[in-house]
């Protein structure tokens, strides 16, 4: 924060901020277990030591670190490191809230997807392993054929009193330049994927690589259009009914009566007339005439907890469920306009 303000400087401040979360989303959420892991099947397997030894000296020593840190930030007076290692700490106290997942896992109940209750299943947890993996800013496109496999990272698992890679590892596909693109959105070859990527994109052939506007067309035909403003329109304009795929009810729609029971009597139809929306673009529009930097402020949030995590998760089509508490934030950041409005 500084008391002048500049625009040079708003963008380095977004531009570190990115870099902040990514590094979050990479070097902390799995890269702290991933860590711990290393730490495990070293002392177990190398040094003789009992499970979760090395669970434990990692412990130890990522606690003496972050000690340090506070002890160094005192010494040299820096009030920057001390704000920093408050904020480690804090995003970690946050995160602990996963250490529930082990807890549960050790009870084994019916449900106990990967069995995380060591650190090194909970890694894979973590990481979605069981799901693959999707291109995010360069990729293949939908038909793109390997050229050549690649080794997968070595996965461990309990056996007898050491950890044992499980073989064979996991052979990841690669691919020639040529097959690649840039924010690759028509991705997934599954074949009831390609059916739905046509029927939004009817132009697009199954034996040629996407264009980039075909691309760009499924980013904001369904990945935005249908994943996001049609959740977004759900809460400010109307509901059809709860329904997987429901679309949204405008003011100028079929009234309950001449609807199908199942749809026109249910608790999921909702038609809100509009109202939420006309009033939080009304506090949009104030915000904006009335303090500029807020309404920005605002807007970032509505930014990132919307449409920059569509980019982020690239969702093919035929999601199992409705994805719409994925972007609880983004609501959030539109309710502040509507007590504006």
């Known amino acids: 924060r500084t008391a002048n303000p500049t625009t040079l400087g708003g963008i380095i401040t977004l531009v570190v901020s990115l870099v902040i979360v990514g590094s979050v989303l990479v070097g902390i959420i ?12 070293f002392f ?3 040094v003789g030591l009992p499970f979760n030894s090395g669970l434990i000296i990692f412990l130890v020593l990522f606690v003496a670190a972050i000690y340090a840190g506070f002890k160094l930030s005192y010494r040299l007076r820096s009030q920057l490191l001390n704000t920093g290692m ?7 106290i946050g995160y602990s809230s996963y250490l529930i997942v082990p807890i549960r896992s050790s009870f084994h109940p019916t449900i106990n997807e990967n069995d995380p209750e060591d650190v090194l299943s909970f890694v894979s947890y973590l ?5 693959g993996s999707r291109p995010l800013l360069y ?6 054929q390997p050229d050549h496999y690649e080794e997968g990272a070595p996965r461990y698992a309990r056996k007898g009193d050491k950890y044992e890679e499980v073989l064979p590892r996991a052979q990841e596909p690669g691919y020639a330049d040529a097959d690649k693109m840039l924010l690759p959105r028509i991705y997934s070859y ?3 994927h390609i059916q739905e990527y046509k029927k939004w994109i009817p132009d697009l052939v199954e034996g040629q690589k996407p264009t980039m506007g075909q691309n760009l067309g499924f980013l904001f035909k369904y990945q935005m259009g249908h994943m996001f403003w049609r959740y977004f329109g759900w809460n400010y304009i109307g509901r059809d009914s709860d329904i997987q795929q429901a679309g949204v009810v405008t003011p100028f729609s079929a009234g309950a009566n001449s609807l199908p029971p199942r749809i026109g009597q249910s608790f999921a139809h909702n038609n809100f007339f509009a109202i939420p929306l006309i009033l939080g673009l009304i506090g949009l529009f104030f915000q904006v005439y009335r303090r500029g930097h807020d309404a920005l402020i605002v807007g970032l949030l509505f930014l990132f907890t919307g449409l920059a995590i569509i980019v982020y998760l690239n969702q093919p089509p035929l999601e199992p469920r ?5 972007f609880t934030g983004a609501t959030f950041a539109f309710a502040i306009w509507i007590g504006l409005g």
């Open 30 to 41: 799995p890269g702290l277990p991933t860590l711990a892991g290393g730490f495990e099947v």
């Open 44 to 46: 177990i397997n190398s």
């Open 86 to 92: 408050l904020c480690f700490v804090f995003i970690l």
């Open 127 to 131: 990481k979605r392993e069981q799901y």
């Open 139 to 144: 990729g293949p496109q939908f038909n793109a």
């Open 190 to 192: 599954e074949p009831a």
């Open 322 to 326: 409705e994805r719409d508490y994925t």
